[in-house]
């Protein structure tokens, strides 16, 4: 149980245009799923929060309206990168808390993206 | 503000021999949360285990157990008898009410497991 799918896994986009990736949790429900933004070699930069049914709560320094998070059910919430640039290039993984009570995380296989 | 400090960004093991990842936090709530998280190559992160603040005891999840010195702020992963799929990235991480149980990871420590 507690898997966690992602899609895509890479995509590669020109300069200024927009990718969308999705995160689902395919054997419970998620009302809180987490982005992050990890770079080679680094720890995981939590990007925001998302809530099914509410706004994302973003981190410090995240552009909300360049990473545009939608949780429109318990079971999916996607991250669309708009008017994409080659900085914006990064593994970026999806998460959400188990049902266990404890708060751990299932992960996603994460997506690679890569601005051309 | 939650804290999480791994000072080892490279450990060597050989197979079959036991290793400590050290992990320290600093919080000041008194409930919170100790996760590992491991990443392999592939990059998808795997939870390994956990530690809550309350518990007496030290977790243990087969060759993984979490050494959990409460007084220390210490939470050091123990990975018993080494194998080569082992090698990977190790993430600690916490999960504090204070910080409205947003997850904070440390920079992690990359294991190699040598033959």
């Known amino acids: 149980g507690a898997v966690v799918s992602q899609h895509p896994s890479w995509v590669i986009c020109k300069s200024g245009t927009s990718v969308k990736i999705e995160c689902r949790s395919l054997?419970?429900?998620?009302?809180?799923m987490f982005w992050y933004r990890q770079f080679p070699k680094q720890s995981l930069m939590l990007m925001a929060t998302s809530n099914e049914g509410s706004k994302a709560t973003y981190e410090q320094g995240v552009e909300k309206d360049k990473f545009l998070i939608n949780h429109a059910s318990l079971t999916l919430s996607t991250l669309t990168v708009t008017s994409a640039h080659p900085e914006d290039s990064s593994f970026y993984i999806c998460s959400a808390s188990g049902t266990s009570g404890i708060g751990e995380q299932y992960f996603g296989p994460g997506t690679r993206l890569t601005v051309t | 503000a939650q804290k999480i400090t791994q000072t080892q960004p490279g450990m060597f093991v050989q197979e079959k021999e036991a290793v400590t990842l050290d992990c320290t936090y600093d919080t000041s709530d008194p409930s919170y949360g100790l996760f590992w998280y491991k990443q392999p190559s592939s990059g998808e992160m795997i939870f390994l285990i956990y530690q809550g603040s309350y518990d007496q005891q030290n977790a243990t999840e087969g060759r993984y157990s979490l050494n959990f010195q409460k007084a220390r702020k210490s939470a050091n992963l123990v990975i018993s008898a080494s194998q080569l799929g082992d090698s990977a990235m190790y993430f600690c991480?916490?999960?504090?009410?204070?910080?409205?149980?947003?997850?904070?990871f440390g920079r992690g420590t990359s294991l190699i497991v040598h033959p």
């Open positions: 054997d419970f429900q998620a009302t809180t």
């Open positions: 991480a916490m999960r504090a009410s204070g910080g409205s149980y947003i997850p904070t």
